[in-house]
């Protein structure tokens, strides 16, 4: 008896194996795909930046590479940017960049900062030797940058305030703020040599009374008409005449 159970066990059919990838998610099934599909993978982002401290002027590198991203970009003013690079910055200031990378998978941030060292002493600190030592002509005129008017107008355009902007900041800062100048008032060559003596004094006077407001001491500052006497541009031309409207600075030592 016992011999024929075991003749019956050994010859009864073994339980199937489920093949596992023969399954509604495995390979050739009808089913979705698996979670480790691309199209769903979140972006990886990495960002460096070279060096992380500068001074004023000088400029640092920033690289960033991406993966699994359909969009780059680049906070403040920067915008969408490839995949993948590199750009030389500028900074006017101690900035704060953020690069994010975004696709089907998510969205990832990196951040990095630039520090403005203002001064020569340890960790940009100021030191006396940086307030005693006379700017130089060519720093001025760098940073200073002179403005321009259309015919007949002492009006400030949006652009001409946008570059006073970027002039009193650097006036403002703190090894800049014993800096004394002189705001010439120039015209072109049309017109009276009087009404362009008194039209070159407005001119002179509006970039004054806006660089008051926005914090510049009025005691560093002086006027002067120079009318159509000291054009920069002497071809007698379009482009020659709206170079020659303007307002220039000049250092005072």
Known sequence: MVLILLMIVSCGKSPRVMDPGAGTGGAGGTGAPGTGSLSGAPPELDIQLEPTEIRSGESAILTWESNNASQVSIEPAIGVVDPSGRIKLYPEQTTEYTVTASGPGGRVSRKASISILQGTGPGGMITSEDLNQPLGEDAFETSVRPIFFTFDSYSLSEEAR?????????????????????????????????????????????????????????????????????????????????????AHFVLMQ
Do not use: C
Request: hydrophobic share 35%.
């Open 162 to 246: 946008l570059t006073l902007d970027k002039s009193i900041r650097w006036l403002n800062m703190f090894e800049n703020s014993h800096i004394r100048f002189v705001i010439e008032g120039h015209t072109d060559s049309r017109g009276t040599e009087e009404y362009n003596l008194a039209l070159g004094d407005k001119r002179a006077a509006v970039v004054r009374d806006y660089m008051v407001r926005n914090g510049i001491d009025q005691d560093r500052i002086m006027t002067v008409s120079m009318g159509e006497e000291r054009p920069f541009d002497t071809s007698g031309t379009d482009r020659g005449h709206a170079l020659n409207r303007r």
